[in-house]
């Protein structure tokens, strides 16, 4: 049971890192790109985002009762 429940939170980690580094280089990309447009005397470019609740991936960790079903999911198909 323990191990199960490394596993689901190294993977919930994994998850978030991957994440967090796909923002990074979001971010980078865009001061690049800010750099070169105000060379060319240009507005910075803005980050579209989508309006409340619209297209919005949640990110948040799921609930207890959720990773306890999970987890006996999970050893269910071990045991």
Do not use: C, W
Request: proline letters at 4%.
């Amino acid at each position: 049971m323990h191990a199960a429940k490394l596993r689901a939170e190294l993977a919930q980690s994994k998850s978030e890192q991957r994440e967090y580094l796909r923002n990074v280089e979001l971010a980078r990309i865009l001061d690049k790109r800010n750099e070169k447009r105000k060379e060319k005397g240009q507005g910075p470019v803005e980050l579209k985002r989508p309006s409340d609740g619209e297209g919005r991936k949640q990110t948040k960790r799921p609930k207890t009762a959720d990773t306890a079903s999970e987890l006996e999911r999970m050893l269910g198909s071990i045991f």
